[in-house]
């Protein structure tokens, strides 16, 4: 079990731009044997910080606890006493990897909005690097969900001859408009907060940090715009839970008397009941801005909503078409972030590829957040594709439902660990 950075030196982005030093943190599970190597590629917020470590009680920087836990490690789905599993946090991110809140080793200042714009491509070549360095060449497998999955996708047309698995769990080949909304929207809660300074308010958040005043900062609080980060992460709650998660977990019930906001948005609220929903959402909100930078959200969901399979080709057809692996999609029914028929779509374009390809439906009421909270279902499918391939038993295909109902009939194959 390794943690560590790298210093990959000189880097140049897809935008043209580059950095004299980009540098890496990523964590490694696992004795590598010369074929058994898997990347897992983290969501949005993520870190390279994907399964359990026995050190620090399970703590990393910022973030508290490894965001795949129990999916990965040893016994688990994807078990690291017979994987090299490795896991690097991306360029743009804060959790150790080059970002906007590094510092510019050319100025001695953090980059801020100075650093280059990012996209997934970008992410895919700095983890070529970064495994080229590790001495890992061709991967048994690459595996991520949500916008990971993406970069799943990009490992598939970039470096197809690298990966013989690949699973792309609850993702697409490219975000529909009402997700690009209400991303422009989050970016806007941000870009609009005072304290956010054009992207350069790091000085002063450090200064409130430690006490004083630097008077640079061009909104009240001096601490970077923490309002417009918490109200972007609660468009992105909201976007990972389903109608059927929330009213089981919230409803329409008031929260408890213990539970009381610290003052009411408007004179009128005090009137009404502080919702069990509203809490969860400040609280959501409060952990978040202590543990994310705001530019970093800036640019990453900028490349989440960038990204697009087909770009340079054809189609998405066209873009798979290089890979001679096995591709397993996994969705998840109650998920409108990205739903079972994006998924179908892109299921349907591999099919045309002629690859081996099974897309792998869960019924599921948790939304987008499934694929991290339902490891009894995640699970199986995924350990089945390491050890067998697409052969393995939990793993069912859309294609087999299919062929009995009519062409323009979607019947998805709700299966789960349940009906094994």
Known sequence: MTRDT????????????SIPELEVAYETYGEFTGDNAVLICHALTGSA??????????????????????????????????????????PGSCYGTTGPASTNPETGEPYGTDFPPVTVGDWTRAQRRLLDEL???????????SVGGMNVLDWLRRYPDDVGRAAAVATAGRLDAQCLAIDTVARRAITSDPDWNGGHYYE???????????????????????????????????????????????????????????????????????REVESYLDYQAEKFVDRFDANSYLYLTRAMDDFDLSTGYESDTAALAAFEG??????FTADWHFTVDQAEALAESA?????????????????????????ETVGPPLSALLADGLSGRPITDTAESNSSAPSETFAPVHTSLFSQ
């Not at 096995?326 to 969705?331: K, Y």
Request: aromatic fraction near 8%; proline fraction near 5%.
């Open 351 to 375: 099919r045309e590829a002629a690859l081996d390809v099974a897309h792998h439906v869960i019924e599921s009421d948790h939304g987008h957040d499934a694929f991290l909270v339902e490891p």
């Open 204 to 274: 002063a958040a450090e200064t409130e940090a430690n006490g004083g005043s630097s008077g640079e900062s061009d909104g009240d609080g001096g601490t970077g715009p923490e309002d417009g980060l918490a109200r972007a992460r609660q468009l992105g709650h909201i976007m990972y839970l389903s109608k059927a998660s929330m009213a089981q977990k919230f409803g329409r019930r008031s929260a408890g008397r213990e539970t009381v906001r610290e003052e009411p948005p408007d004179p009128a609220a005090a009137f009404f009941p502080y």
């Open 49 to 90: 910080h994907v399964a359990r470590r026995p050190d620090a009680g399970d703590e990393t920087a910022g973030q508290a606890r490894a965001w795949w836990g129990d999916v990965v490690g040893p016994g688990k789905a994807i078990d690291t006493t017979e994987y090299y599993v490795v896991c690097a946090n991306v």
């Open 326 to 331: 096995e591709l397993l999609l996994l969705s």
């Open 135 to 145: 001495g890992v060449g061709r991967l048994h497998a690459v595996i991520g969900g």
């Open 6 to 17: 790298i210093d990959l030196g000189e880097f140049t982005f897809e935008s043209g731009e």
